[in-house]
């Protein structure tokens, strides 16, 4: 499969193509092809994954109708002449978005494209503009609605639901650290975030931008995430209501237009195709792991070993990890899928609390050198004059914050299981 990348492939061909010849060797002639077909049906038409076209649809008309620019103007006005303000928009205006995109690259490329020239215009340093951008820009992984949380869910087979809601604490720690760092940053050098004179507006006019562009925000966060948790709605409903309270937005906004509805059905398209072909070369790869004896094998050699599990989790921590240094987040999670979640039941992990420690080392990585695909976005969308080395040394400092939240995970698992069990 490597190879095949190697000679640019697309990653779903390649992988199907690999999956391929190992089903003609763990199963052998026709019978191996017609498995593989099977697959392909069973695999993709499965009701879990209806909320991964969904959400993806919803983030697409969040931000080609221009809903996105209007509620980062509203926040910003309402950030008032707060020192580093751009940044603090940045965190705030990046998690709104993250709760309502799923996806962590259009994040980062919006993000990117609007906040960072401004902050370049106003002298900001690296550390204060694109630090921030590509840190929350990678919330998109955790907070529902996940479209990779979904996909990641699906093939460890644990609970859709549970799962997205179980990174909503994760997610929150992760950007109260990022508005830490940047507080810190602005009270050691406050020519980092060099300050300059902004309209006051009166607390009415704050009120009215609070009730008209953000509440609304809020409710439909609440449609995707608050009827999950209360048990009234599944994912799949949930991410419905999701799509029909943003276009409900984007119509009282006035803002809504065939071309908008166009661009967001297409890119959903073109994005879930791609998906759901990794998903049945993942689901092919389980069945030959399983056949070959693979995956009993792993278990029972790591199970079988004197080594407390802890570095067993560090092991498979530190491998997404370093696969998110050199290649895609839904290549990564098709790999190692089908192998950790068997070996993390043979040890008795919670696989909930598995899911979510990887999602946020797939989050890291997007912003790791030498190929977080985060940072090629980033310095793509940014200024002229921005090279990747500038986006590397400005993302060091979040990583580290990142780091230090997954080990406060690792030691409080109840920071990320609360949630769930509180769900009906």
């Not at 950007?175 to 300050?195: K, L, M, Q, T």
Request: with cysteine.
């Amino acid at each position: 499969m490597l190879f095949l990348m190697a000679m640019r492939m697309p990653v779903a061909f390649a992988f199907l193509a690999a999956n391929l010849v190992g089903a003609l060797v763990f199963i052998g002639g026709e019978v191996s092809v017609l498995q593989l077909v099977a697959n392909a049906t069973t695999s993709v038409t499965t009701f879990t994954l209806v909320p991964v076209p969904l959400f993806l649809l919803m983030g697409e008309l969040f931000f080609h109708p221009g809903v996105a620019l209007r509620v980062f103007d509203a926040i910003d006005r309402l950030l008032g002449r707060v020192p580093g303000r751009l940044s603090y928009l940045t965190v705030g205006g990046g998690t709104l978005f993250a709760a309502l995109s799923g996806s962590s690259i259009a994040n980062i490329a919006m993000l990117g494209s609007t906040l960072l020239p401004q902050m370049q215009v106003r002298h900001y340093k690296p550390i204060l503009s694109m630090g921030p951008i590509i840190a929350t820009g990678g919330l998109a992984i955790m907070f529902p609605p996940s479209a990779l949380g979904v996909l990641l869910g699906s093939i460890a087979q644990v609970d859709i639901g549970k799962l997205l809601i179980a990174g909503i604490v994760p997610g929150l720690l992760l950007a109260s650290a990022y508005v830490g760092i940047i507080a810190y940053a602005v009270w050691r050098d406050p020519e980092a975030a060099p300050h300059y004179d902004v309209e006051p507006a009166p607390l009415g006019a704050k009120l009215r931008l609070l009730a008209t562009n953000v509440l609304p925000m809020a409710g439909v966060i609440f449609m995707v995430v608050g009827l999950i948790i209360l048990g009234i709605a599944t994912p799949s409903e949930a991410a419905a209501f999701g799509v029909l309270g943003v276009l409900m937005l984007a119509a009282a906004f006035r803002s809504l237009t065939w071309e908008s509805i166009s661009k967001s059905v297409l890119g959903t398209v073109r994005v879930t195709g791609m998906v759901f072909l990794i998903i049945v070369g993942a689901s092919t790869f389980s069945q030959i792991l399983a056949l070959s004896g693979a995956s009993g094998g792993l278990i029972g050699w790591a199970t079988s070993l004197s080594l407390h599990p802890l570095w067993v989790l560090a092991g498979m921590l530190l491998i997404a990890l370093v696969l998110g240094m050199l290649m895609e987040s839904v290549s990564i999670i098709m790999l190692v899928g089908p192998i950790f979640f068997p070996l993390a039941a043979g040890l008795g992990f919670d696989t909930i609390w598995l899911a979510i420690l990887i999602l946020l080392m797939l989050e890291i990585s997007l912003a790791t050198p030498p190929f977080g695909i985060g940072l090629f976005v980033l310095a793509g969308v940014a200024p002229r004059g921005v090279t990747l080395a500038d986006v590397v040394h400005a993302s060091v400092p979040y990583i580290a914050a990142a780091l230090l939240v997954a080990c406060l995970l690792i030691a409080v698992p109840e920071l990320v299981t609360a949630l769930p069990d509180l769900m009906r």
